[in-house]
Every structure is written in C-alpha cells, then in structure tokens.
C-alpha cells in the first residue's frame, strides 16, 4: 500500500525523522552514510572513537562496509532487500541492539537508498543481566493452578544456587499472595540426592512458618527410595493429578 495525505508545507522531512525517537541513519545507494538523526549522533558519540574516528562528523560520508567484519556479507543482504532486514547486533561488546534496514524505493523500484534504525538498545552488561533475569526466572516457573495453589515444575540439574533461587521465588510467591499450597514436581529432576532432599526440607519448613503446606509430586521408585532413606516429613505422591486431588480435598 502507497503513502496517502502530503506532508504539511511548514513541515521538514528532515525535521520530523530527527523527532522520531528511535536511532535512524540514511545512507546512499552505494552504502555511504549522509545523515543520521540526534538521537543516532547522541548514541554513536561514544562509540565513534572505537572505529578511529575523532568527531561523531567524520562519520558522515563513511562507507557502511567500515563497520561490518564481514562486508561481503552486509552488501549481499542489503542488495537482495525487498522490504526490510532485522538482526540483533554487538557493536565492538559495547552495544547490543535490533537494527532493522529498509530500503528506499523510488516509483519504479528502484533502490535510492537505506534507512538505518538501532532498537532496543542496551549495553553489554544491561543485556548480559536481562538474560541472567530470564534464565532465573525458567530455572523457577512458577504455575498458578487451583485457588491458592501454585505449582512448580523442576526440570534438569538441581544444583545449590537454583535451590537458593527456589526457595526465595516460592516463599516471596506464597507470602505475597497467601498461598495454601505449593506442590513441587520432581518428575523432571535429573539428580536427586542428600543434599537437594535437605533443600526440599528446608523449603517445607519455610512455607510452613507462613501457613503454605508444602507437596511433592512425580515420584519415581528410585526418588521414593532416597525419600524414605532421608525421612522427609512432606505429603509425597507419585503424579501431579493425585497432589491435586489431595489439595482439593484439603482444601480450606
């Protein structure tokens, strides 16, 4: 679909692209960089000494290959585009950021030039910490299953530091909404030993101070075993269906 309406005559193109608030850099159709708004001259202050360059205004007029490792690779993309390209990108470990790529067509489409625009930017850091968050938070999830009841399925290795996040992630949860019972799945644990049952335990005695009885659930033979050999004072069942039911039935 076309553009419709017309551009107020009191209204700079040039002007209306600087008050986007995304980063945006024009280059040619040869590649070259003409123009970039405040917000791309603020962003790339910093990084232009990185490259060589003494002045963010050296940049106008360079060559986007000067920033690619590979420009080979930039120049296949850019010359097969037909609408647009986004891809996540570390500039020099200092910037992590989405940068989606359009091209300019004219009425016989042709391609006069690119428009350049840097999203979602974070530092290194910012973003290596996002995803430590969200890989705390997989390593945790937390189910809302029945009134007052939440479930947690464990999966994988269950080593000391995911016990800690456990037992500070369920006990924030059931305090924070009252909840009666928390029943923790143990069917996709990988290990099971002493000392993940002492953190089981530790995490039952917990949630009782704060009145959530804590139930297992997903007990295999072998964990039945090390269960009864550790002597766990918590209400154990083999499937999640029979956990559920006991919660049901005890419910206040």
Known sequence: MNYIGHVPDDVSLLAALDSIGENIIIADKNYNISWMNSSATKLLTDVAPLFGFSDIKEIIGINMDRFHRVPQHQQNIMGKLTKNHRARINILDRLITDIVI????????????????????????????RKDTLINSLSVPILNIWKKTIAVPLIGEFDTDRANRLITAVVAECALHQIEFAL??????????????????????????????????????KLAMTMVSLELSIPTFSSAYAGLHYIINNQK
């Open 102 to 129: 359009t091209a300019i067509k004219n009425n016989s489409d042709e391609t006069m030039g690119y428009v350049v625009m840097l999203m979602d930017v974070t530092t290194k850091s910012e973003e290596e910490t």
């Open 184 to 221: 923790i799945d143990l069917s996709g644990i990988s290990n099971y030993d002493s000392v993940v049952g002492q953190y089981i335990q530790n995490l039952n005695d917990t949630l009782k101070i704060i009145g959530t009885e804590c139930i297992i659930v997903g007990i295999s033979p």
